[in-house]
């Protein structure tokens, strides 16, 4: 379940690239906030303090500002593509016991039935939760499951106190039949056969050039 994590905020007047920019080198982080009607306001979060807090999904921060503080759910996390360090936060407006809409991870447990495999269709469902309840993940036990199960939106099991807002018949997990070695061989010849594709057995090799060059030779030679 999410934790509130106290952050302290600075308000910023300075926007712009450049802004940004210089916030950065100073490792913190250019933030905003916004939310229930309110005017969006410009913040300087942190940089360490912030990153570790924003290291699980739909973190929710209470914001001290100068003296006052408001609770943030973490909307928006911009990271940069290569250093993945963070560039930018949204922060939405929360009230204690108000519910929020956010996509939460799946984690599968379990181990399958034997000569299976699981895919995980969609690694997330969107649900509505309290903001300080927001679960870390769902979790989806495959324990025992075998070929042709399929596990869909509403067949999994929420925390309490979460509600699925996903389309129910949405496929969460699919199992299937593993191919067998065998039958990976005998799909590839199939595949070969229609194409057009013949392999030439070892004993029909062609006599290499030089080889025969090299014959032709010592019989000139026994002939002298």
Same mark, same amino acid.
Request: proline letters at 4%; glycine letters at 6%.
């Given at each position: 379940?999410?934790?509130?994590?106290?952050?302290?905020?600075?308000?910023?007047?300075?926007?712009?690239?450049?802004?940004?920019?210089?916030?950065?080198?100073?490792?913190?982080?250019?933030?905003?906030?916004?939310?229930?009607?309110?005017?969006?306001?410009?913040?300087?979060?942190?940089?360490?303090?912030?990153?570790?807090?924003?290291?699980?999904?739909?973190?929710?921060?209470?914001?001290?500002?100068?003296?006052?503080?408001?609770?943030?759910?973490?909307?928006?996390?911009?990271?940069?593509?290569?250093?993945?360090?963070?560039?930018?936060?949204?922060?939405?407006?929360?009230?204690?016991?108000?519910?929020?809409?956010?996509?939460?991870?799946?984690?599968?447990?379990?181990?399958?039935?034997?000569?299976?495999?699981? +895919?995980?269709?969609?690694?997330?469902? +969107?649900?509505? &939760?309290?903001?300080?309840?927001?679960?870390?993940?769902?979790?989806?036990?495959?324990?025992?499951?075998?070929? !042709?199960?399929?596990?869909?939106?509403?067949?999994?099991?929420?925390?309490?106190?979460?509600?699925?807002?996903?389309?129910?018949?949405?496929?969460?997990?699919?199992?299937?039949?593993?191919?067998?070695?065998?039958?990976?061989?005998?799909?590839?010849?199939?595949?070969?056969?229609?194409?057009?594709?013949?392999?030439?057995?070892? !004993?029909?090799?062609?006599?290499? &050039?030089?080889?025969?060059?090299?014959?032709? +030779?010592?019989?000139?030679?026994?002939?002298?």
């Amino acid at each position: 379940m999410s934790d509130s994590i106290t952050i302290s905020a600075e308000k910023r007047t300075e926007f712009g690239k450049g802004a940004a920019r210089r916030i950065r080198r100073a490792d913190k982080i250019p933030a905003v906030l916004y939310g229930h009607g309110t005017e969006p306001v410009h913040l300087t979060l942190p940089g360490h303090e912030t990153m570790m807090a924003l290291k699980v999904s739909n973190a929710v921060l209470t914001l001290d500002v100068e003296g006052a503080e408001q609770l943030a759910l973490a909307k928006d996390v911009q990271r940069d593509p290569i250093r993945r360090t963070i560039e930018h936060v949204d922060l939405v407006v929360v009230r204690k016991g108000e519910k929020v809409t956010v996509d939460v991870g799946i984690h599968l447990e379990g181990q399958a039935a034997v000569e299976t495999v699981v +895919t995980l269709e969609n690694n997330t469902l +969107t649900v509505e &939760a309290e903001a300080t309840h927001i679960p870390e993940f769902i979790v989806v036990s495959v324990e025992g499951l075998k070929a !042709g199960t399929q596990i869909h939106a509403d067949a999994v099991e929420l925390p309490a106190g979460t509600t699925l807002i996903t389309d129910p018949e949405v496929l969460v997990v699919n199992v299937t039949q593993s191919i067998t070695e065998e039958a990976l061989e005998a799909e590839l010849a199939e595949a070969e056969a229609e194409a057009g594709i013949e392999h030439e057995e070892a !004993g029909d090799e062609a006599e290499p &050039a030089e080889d025969a060059a090299s014959e032709e +030779t010592s019989e000139d030679k026994t002939e002298e």
